[in-house]
């Protein structure tokens, strides 16, 4: 016998099978909008930090984030952006701005520092930001932060 067993696809033949579109959802924007927003976005952030505005640049990324099939260069810019922000904020800094947040905008902060987190050699940024940002944010978001990201399936 020929057959390779391992490489059946059985959730072909369920009819019962949870697509990922069930899940959630879509982000109703076309993906090319979406991309050009994030690099709107990427420009004000730029401008908003020139004028040391940490918490305004943080509240400009963290709205609307791109999710969704067919958004990875969106989500790439973003995240990037996103880095760039916390690279810039000094570590006294951080309980500051993470207040001035709304829990929605902390739940999308940790899905990024997350995502951020599980980059190969977690990119331009050092462990230590990342991590004292997840430390800070749980601090005052608390866990139930934590819970909210790992469960939501909008993916950042």
Not at 17 to 45: G, H, I, M
Not at 87 to 93: A, V, Y
Not at 104 to 112: A, H, V
Not at 123 to 138: A, N, P, Q, R
């Amino acid at each position: 016998m020929d057959i390779n067993f391992r490489k059946i696809d059985i959730d072909a033949y369920d009819e019962d099978v949870l697509q990922e579109s069930e899940l959630y959802e879509s982000d109703p924007r076309n993906p090319s909008q979406v991309l050009n927003e994030a690099k709107q976005k990427q420009t004000a952030v730029r401008s908003s930090l020139a004028r040391n505005d940490i918490v305004g640049a943080l509240k400009t990324v963290l709205q609307d984030a791109p999710y969704g099939p067919h958004t990875d260069e969106a989500k790439n810019v973003t995240l990037q952006t996103l880095l760039t922000i916390l690279n810039s904020t000094k570590s006294t800094e951080i309980p500051g701005t993470i207040k001035q947040l709304s829990p929605d905008e902390q739940d999308t902060l940790m899905k990024y520092l997350y995502k951020g987190m599980a980059m190969p050699g977690w990119g331009d940024i050092s462990g230590s930001v990342l991590l004292g940002w997840h430390e800070k944010l749980t601090e005052i978001a608390g866990t139930g932060c934590i819970v909210r990201t790992m469960t939501d399936r909008r993916i950042v």
